[in-house]
C-alpha cells in the first residue's frame, strides 16, 4: 500500500514484522488515517511505502466504533478522516477537508457520468450494489442537511441507471456523451447556469460532488463499518469484455494480471490506471491506490510513440479546452520559466483532463507539462 496520497501525508504506525488484521490502521494523517486491506505480517513500513505479506494473521477488525449516523458535518469530516476516505473518482483529494469546509451545502451531486471510454465501475455498483451507494447517499445527505439530491449520468447510462434516482429522490441531469463531461465544475455549472468562478471550488459554491464510489465507500461504512479497504475497478483489456472487480487497496498489478489470465508484455502493451485520458503509466508492479477506478491493458499504437514537433498554432488545444484556458500559452510560459500569477490560476483551474493533448497534431504533451509544473507548485 502507498503510504502517501495526492495531498494527503500519513506516517505508519507499525513496524517491519508485525502482524495486522485486516481494517487495522496502519498509518496516520492529518487528514486520514490507512488501514490494512489485508490481514498479514508487515514486511516494510516507511514514509514511500507500507508492505503487507498476506498470510495467517489475525482475523478482520473494525476500526471504527461508531453506531450511529453522524449527526452534523464535523462528524461526518471526522468519520471520513477515520475510515480513510479519498475523492474515488480518481482526484484522491481528502474527503475529511472537503466535508469539514463549513461552507453552506444545498445540493448533493452524485457524479455518476464516467466518460472517459471504457469504464463502467460506478454504473454497476449502482446496478449491483444499489442498497451500499443509496445508504451512503443517505448518510450524506441526513449529516449535513442537504435539502436537493441529483444524480448526474451521460445521456447513454440515463435509460440503465435513470431509475435509481427516483429509488432515493434524487433529480437528474443528463450530460453528453462528450469526454471530459463528467468534470466537477462543468457539472456545476450546468446546475447552476454559471461556471463555478476560478480559484472557487464546487462545494464553495454550495454543491458537494461525490462519487458513485465514494459514496459506496460511506454506505460500506455505514452497513458494516469497514473503513476504506476495497478498491471497485473496472479491468480494461483489447479481447475480452469488461470486468467489474472489488480490489484490496495495495494489490499489485501484476496480481489481478495473473488471476484473470491477462497478458502483458512491455513492448507490445500499454499499461495504465485509471482512464486512457486522465490516467497514468503503470508498471505490473505498480499497486491499486484509492482513485483507481479501472486499468486498461491497451496494444501500442504508432501514435502514442511519435515524437513532439512545433506547434502549428492550429489552435485545436484553445478550441477543445472546456475551461476556455490556452494550453499552448501556458506550455510556452512554463517552458521559458516565465511564472506569474496568472499561470499559477490557470494552473489551478487545469484538472488535467487531456483533451489538449489528445487534439494536438503536433503531439505536444501538454497534459505532461501541467502535471509537472502543478506539483511543481505544489512542492
Ligand atoms: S488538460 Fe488541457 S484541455 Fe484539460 S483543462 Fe487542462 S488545459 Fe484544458
Ligand atoms: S493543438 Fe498543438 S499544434 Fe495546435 S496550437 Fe495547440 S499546441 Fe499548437
Keep these: 500500500m502507498d503510504a502517501g496520497i ?53 482475523s478482520t477488525v473494525s476500526a471504527l466504533k461508531e453506531t450511529s449516523c453522524p449527526q452534523n458535518a464535523a462528524d461526518l469530516a471526522r468519520i471520513a478522516r477515520e475510515m480513510g476516505l479519498v475523492g474515488m473518482g480518481g482526484g484522491m483529494f481528502p474527503a475529511s477537508v472537503k466535508l469539514g469546509t463549513g461552507w453552506q451545502i ?43 439530491r441529483v444524480l448526474v449520468v451521460k445521456r447513454t447510462a440515463a435509460n440503465h441507471i435513470g431509475s435509481f434516482a427516483a429509488s432515493c429522490a434524487a433529480d437528474v441531469l443528463t450530460m453528453p456523451n462528450r469526454y471530459p463531461a463528467g468534470a466537477e465544475k462543468l457539472i456545476v455549472a450546468r446546475l447552476d447556469g454559471r461556471m463555478p468562478p476560478a480559484g472557487l ?33 473496472s479491468l480494461v483489456t483489447p479481447s475480452r469484455p469488461t470486468r467489474n472487480l472489488l480490489v484490496p487497496i495495495g494489490t499489485a498489478l501484476s496480481h489481478i494480471l495473473n488471476t484473470y489470465g491477462i497478458g502483458y508484455n512491455p513492448e507490445a502493451h500499454l ?12 508498471t505490473p508492479k505498480t499497486p491499486i491506490l484509492k482513485g483507481t477506478n479501472a486499468i486498461f491493458v491497451q496494444p501500442i499504437l504508432r501514435r502514442l510513440i511519435r515524437p513532439e514537433e512545433p506547434c502549428l498554432l ?3 488545444c484553445f478550441d477543445v479546452c472546456p475551461l476556455n484556458l490556452h494550453p499552448i500559452g501556458m506550455v510556452e510560459r512554463i517552458k521559458s520559466g516565465r511564472r506569474s500569477p496568472a499561470l499559477a490560476t490557470q494552473l489551478d483551474e487545469c484538472f488535467l483532463c487531456g483533451a489538449c493533448s489528445a487534439v494536438c497534431p503536433a503531439e505536444i504533451p501538454l497534459v505532461q507539462y501541467f502535471r509537472d509544473a502543478k506539483r511543481g507548485l505544489r512542492a
Excluded: F
Excluded at 22 to 49: F, T
Excluded at 271 to 282: H, K
Design 271 to 282: 499499461l495504465v490506471t485509471g482512464g486512457l485520458m486522465m490516467g497514468a503509466r503503470a
Design 6 to 58: 495526492n495531498r494527503c501525508r500519513v506516517a505508519p504506525i507499525v513496524q517491519t514484522g508485525a502482524a495486522v488484521a485486516e481494517g487495522e490502521i496502519v498509518a496516520q494523517g492529518e487528514s486520514l488515517a490507512m488501514h490494512a486491506s489485508v490481514s498479514g505480517v508487515v514486511e516494510r513500513a516507511d514514509a514511500e511505502q507500507i508492505v503487507i505479506r498476506r498470510g495467517l494473521a489475525p
Design 201 to 233: 471550488l464546487p462545494v464553495q459554491c454550495g454543491y458537494l460532488v461525490l462519487s458513485v464510489a465514494s459514496l459506496w465507500a460511506i454506505g460500506r461504512w455505514q452497513l458494516y463499518r469497514e473503513p476504506s479497504i476495497l478498491r471497485p475497478l
Design 106 to 148: 444545498h445540493t448533493l451531486v452524485v457524479n455518476a457520468v464516467e466518460c472517459e471510454p471504457g469504464i463502467q465501475i460506478d454504473e454497476a455498483l449502482i446496478l449491483h450494489d444499489t442498497d451500499t451507494v443509496r445508504s451512503g447517499i443517505d448518510c450524506v445527505t441526513a449529516a449535513l442537511a442537504i435539502k436537493r
Design 314 to 316: 492550429c489552435g485545436a
